[in-house]
């Protein structure tokens, strides 16, 4: 009997292939949506933590308070014995030491007159180290567009538009003009070793703006930061954000490390908490599961309504079965076998269909420079998807759960009624 | 008879022997069909007794009345609904597929039907592929495949022309009188009440008229 009903659904396109592809359609809408917003999320929050929040962050409890205007006054004092401690401590965390400053560049002309000059925005990371994790979570090699890595110290790269703003290519000298950690004038000479861009190559339209990168221990000369950092961030190694994990690492560090009545005592932060992030990723998980779960449940009501229809499409043979003798039970269980087959099977496809989408966009992305030319914004300019555990298994809850239920229900009608009713109503 | 308000049938006592080719006669709403659900287990009487094949209707289990459906009868109707995904073979097939039978013992049984129905060149065509009258034979094929001791046929030729009427109605004859199979037909088609050997005239759910009809008659 089995095999009969199989070669049955097989031969019938109507009851086979079509519902088939429709379970697999919503099915790869769900899972193409889910991960398409997921990576759009993930992408805002990695690119956050890359370039600025880290998973966590060590700073002083002062740095907290006025972070948004890099007050390297309140840096971190000891730093190579804080980043020893937290290498050693937390060896699976990645952890990198960051300053963060700003001031004018000035572009001297051979007689060493001011030809151009400009604001900027500077990051100092560990740059001449080719050890140094900042290099691959930055991908700062792959940004660059003319000239190379700096090799050594004063070398720096700095924003190719910034670049073609003051007129400087690769070789030319750039005097920097800021102010040290306790409020001096501070000047210090550099070569521009490279220009990069960030829409092209790091993703992030801000870096395009007015940036520089330069070596710490190059910044710690120059602002006169011995031994100080403004920040030192943390990642997991597999650079995934792992919000619990990451507020029980602090709250154990913070315990340990930090004091209340010292505002230059260590606090480590997470990215989650407070501050714009935090509620951009609150409020963007929150925008997630409202339209993913929205999404879901709409689909879930077209595949019921389509298990459902499938199900009384089929009276007129299900009236014959059960002249022949085939009891409503055996009927109905048949029913249901039949819409898991078609369930799974549509299931199956449609996440196959769903994560081959998304991996490709994972990897290609969708590219929405143009739209943020004038971001100030720390926002990725692609979009990328960003395929998790739960896109292997969200489409099955519409794909498998919702067809079943649409069967269930429309053989609810067949079990309850008398069969001489049911007879009439199947017009047999 | 029937649920609530509506009585269908009142008064009712009828026996039908083995072998007879009878037909329940009257017009819409007389009761004809409800007495056909009744005797073929598909419908239980709300008051009175129904005995068929020594089983009494009303105290069987829907699975026991579909055991008794799958093993003793075989259904015959109006609009012929056979499976249009599967072929002529397997349409016939399906009554036994619902017994315990062997594959060997299902393709001579179908063939065996087939060939009483004059259809074995019909074989592996889809129902889509027969006229009414061959689609008609088919659903008398699936009928009688299990051999069984009472065939129920609503309206039977109602889509029928009158010459495929007329070869539908000699095929069932001759079964009955060959296999000895009891027909019980609802119908109020002249064509086929002048095929039968005993007509039960209904009328509002009474029985008015219960006539034999002898050889030759």
Known sequence: MIRFLLKGLLRDRSRSLFPVLMVSAGVFLCVFLYSYLNGAIGDMVDASARFDTGHVKVITRAYNELASQ??????????????EKLRTGHPRMIWAERIR???????????????AQGPFFGMAIDLVNNNSPDLALLGVAKAIVRGRMPAMSHE??????????????PGDKATLLSSTMNGAMAMHNFTIAGTV?????????????????????????????????????????????????????????????????????????TLGEGGVMGDILRLSTFAVTIVVGIFVFAMSIVLWNAGLMNGIRRYGEIGVRLAMGESKGAIYRAMIMESICIGLAGSIIGTIAGLAASYYLQIVGFDISDMLQKSSIMISSVIRAKVSITSYYIGFFPGVFASVLGTVFAGIGIYRRQTSQLFKELEV | MGGGEFTALKGLD???????????????????????????????????????????????????????????????????NLLPVYTVFENVELPLLLMATTEEERREKVMAALKWVRLLDKVHSRPSQLSGGEAQRVAIARAIVKEPELVLADEPTANLDAQNSYNILDTMLRLNEELKTTFIFATHDEKVIRYLKRKIYLDDGEVIQDEIVHAGA
């Open chain 1, 156 to 169: 720096i790269l700095i924003s190719h538009a910034f670049a073609e703003k003051l007129g400087v290519v």
């Open chain 1, 101 to 115: 400053f700003g001031g004018l560049l000035d572009i001297p002309d051979e007689m060493g007159e001011t030809r």
């Open chain 1, 197 to 269: 861009r960030g829409t092209v190559r790091f993703g992030m339209v801000m870096i395009d703006k007015s940036t520089i990168i330069a070596d710490i221990n190059d910044i710690r000369t120059a602002l006169d930061m011995a031994d100080f950092v403004g920040e030192i961030l943390g990642f997991t190694e597999d650079t995934l954000y792992d919000d619990d994990r990451m507020i029980a690492l602090a709250e154990a560090y913070n315990t340990a490390h930090s004091r209340e009545e010292d505002e230059f005592s260590p606090l480590m932060t």
């Open chain 1, 70 to 83: 890099m007050p390297n006054d309140l840096a971190l004092a000891g730093a190579a014995n804080e980043l």
């Open chain 2, 14 to 80: 009828l026996q039908f022997q083995r072998g007879e080719f009878c037909g329940l006669i009257g017009p819409s709403g007389s009761g004809k069909t409800t007495l056909l659900n009744i005797i073929g287990s598909l419908d239980v009487p709300s008051a009175g007794s129904a005995i068929v094949l020594g089983h009494r209707v009303e105290s069987l289990s829907e699975k026991q009345a579909a055991r008794l459906r799958s093993k003793h009868m075989g259904f015959i109707f109006q609009t012929y």
